[in-house]
């Protein structure tokens, strides 16, 4: 047990040193965790230790794990059904060409470029569709977004796009069986009863002592995971349909989301963050780095070719001029299709499955985690750094969960 201790700490350390680094650098937490976890674990390979870093021991993956399900939750309960009924058609647009132009263009470079075969090549553009839901909706969180209607609608498209992800993921290469169906069905019935079964929970059972808000919801999304798992699907996906279905439940009690947020960030997360980084592998990357450029090209590019006009579409503004209304509404769309050019969980998730099932090899592996990386951090840097839109955190938020105004400057 000492050793798992020691290592913990030493995460925890990084984590700190993550966190101090952002705050100087005034860049999102979550990239600087997953920069700090690049430079631990090529370190650790320079000096032959890497396995001390235990990054496939259980408890580690455990943690990280649930990390990214309680944040891909937190980030579906910001979604009620009624803010998402009048976003319907943009998030579903935009989620789409989010999901279509990347897939298509990466499978086309890494088929007629790159020389892959065609299974590999597909899988490299199933990997490299996705948006990064965790990077999103911590970028979000961090700066005020999230309650926001111009957040509210990034996150809406975020979730379309790997939604898009994973059914092209299950079409193409997962075979569609019965127990696809039992995980369909079991997805439904809990879409109609839970919202019922929480408020009996809370009504009855919420004001005692014990936290029964968080066993539950951790019950339940454990449990949609292991399901998920055992169906060939992905347990991230029920914990963003599970976070839409108790969003109303959750708007009404902001203490208990701040302490889940508080579990979720300070403890989880920055465990999931530091890890994929660290299990990026450099020295594959330096030694093809023309294919890791063409790749990261092709996944940024066609993503900003597709979803730029897209954006603009929806967010046209009668009043737009060549003034500095102009330039607002311009940060607005920028930094909206940067956001959706990142990617993270569910990429990661697509490759490691490609590997698992001799899809690709150990090296195509190496270099479309890197690329996933990379376009997690290059993409909010820039967005962050050029086109953070800071009007929009001036307007009027939805409810009482907001970051307090000291703080928003503090940040900017």
């Known amino acids: 047990?000492?050793?798992?201790?020691?290592?913990?700490?030493?995460?925890?350390?990084?984590?700190?040193?993550?966190?101090?680094?952002?705050?100087?650098?005034?860049?999102?937490?979550?990239?600087?965790e997953i920069i700090v976890g690049a430079l631990i674990g090529f370190a650790a390979y320079k000096l032959n230790l890497s396995e001390r870093l235990t990054l496939n021991a259980d408890w580690l993956k455990f943690?990280?794990?649930?990390?990214?399900?309680?944040?891909?939750?937190?980030?579906?309960?910001?979604?009620?059904?009624?803010?998402?009924?009048?976003?319907?058609?943009e998030v579903s647009v935009i989620g789409l060409v989010g999901f279509f132009a990347p897939f298509i263009g990466c499978s086309l470079?890494?088929?007629?470029?790159?020389?892959?075969?065609?299974?590999?090549?597909?899988?490299?553009?199933?990997?490299?569709?996705?948006?990064?839901?965790?990077v999103v909706y911590a970028v979000m969180l961090e700066y005020g977004f999230n309650k926001t209607?111009?957040?509210?609608?990034?996150?809406?498209?975020?979730?379309?796009?790997?939604?898009?992800?994973?059914?092209?993921?299950?079409?193409?290469?997962?075979?569609?069986?019965?127990?696809?169906i039992v995980f369909l069905a079991a997805t439904v019935l809990l879409i109609v009863v839970l919202p019922y079964i929480t408020k009996f929970l809370i009504q009855h059972f919420a004001h005692k002592t014990a936290e029964i808000r968080a066993k539950w919801i951790l019950f339940v999304l454990l449990s949609m995971g292991v399901l998920a798992l055992w169906?060939?699907?992905?347990?991230?996906?029920?914990?963003?349909?599970?976070?839409?279905?108790?969003?109303?439940?959750?708007?009404?009690?902001?203490?208990?989301?701040?302490?889940?947020?508080?579990?979720?960030?300070?403890?989880?997360?920055?465990?999931?963050?530091?890890?994929?980084?660290?299990?990026?592998?450099?020295?594959?990357?330096?030694?093809?780095p023309f294919i890791f450029l063409l790749l990261f090209g092709g996944k940024v590019f066609s993503k900003i070719f597709g979803l730029y006009p897209t954006i603009r579409r929806f967010r046209f503004h009668k009043k737009e001029r060549w003034n500095y209304n102009f330039k607002k509404y311009t940060k607005e769309r920028w930094y909206y299709t940067l956001l959706m050019s990142t990617g993270l969980t569910f990429g990661t998730i697509s490759a490691l499955y490609g590997l698992s099932h001799n899809i690709i090899t150990q090296e195509q592996y190496s270099l479309i985690v890197g690329v996933v990386i990379a376009s997690a951090v290059i993409p909010t840097l820039i967005a962050n750094k050029f086109f953070l839109p800071k009007h929009l955190l001036e307007q009027p938020v939805l409810d009482d969960q907001a970051p307090d105004k000291d703080d928003i400057k503090a940040k900017l």
Not at 115 to 132: E, V
Not at 155 to 174: H, K, P, Q, R, S
Not at 241 to 254: F, H, N, S, V, Y
């Open 1 to 32: 047990m000492i050793s798992i201790y020691f290592v913990a700490a030493f995460w925890f350390l990084a984590a700190v040193l993550s966190t101090i680094v952002a705050n100087r650098l005034k860049i999102s937490m979550a990239l600087m």
């Open 63 to 89: 943690c990280a794990g649930v990390g990214a399900i309680l944040l891909t939750f937190l980030a579906g309960a910001e979604l009620s059904p009624d803010s998402m009924k009048t976003k319907l058609k």
């Open 109 to 134: 470079i890494a088929y007629y470029l790159v020389g892959w075969n065609m299974q590999a090549s597909l899988l490299c553009g199933i990997a490299l569709s996705t948006t990064s839901m965790a």
């Open 149 to 180: 209607e111009y957040g509210k609608g990034i996150l809406g498209a975020c979730f379309v796009n790997d939604l898009g992800t994973v059914i092209g993921l299950g079409l193409i290469f997962a075979p569609f069986t019965f127990r696809t």
């Open 231 to 288: 169906s060939d699907s992905e347990p991230v996906l029920p914990a963003y349909i599970i976070g839409m279905i108790l969003a109303r439940t959750m708007e009404k009690d902001g203490h208990f989301v701040r302490r889940l947020r508080t579990l979720t960030v300070g403890f989880l997360t920055p465990l999931y963050f530091l890890r994929a980084g660290a299990l990026v592998s450099l020295p594959a990357l330096i030694a093809a």
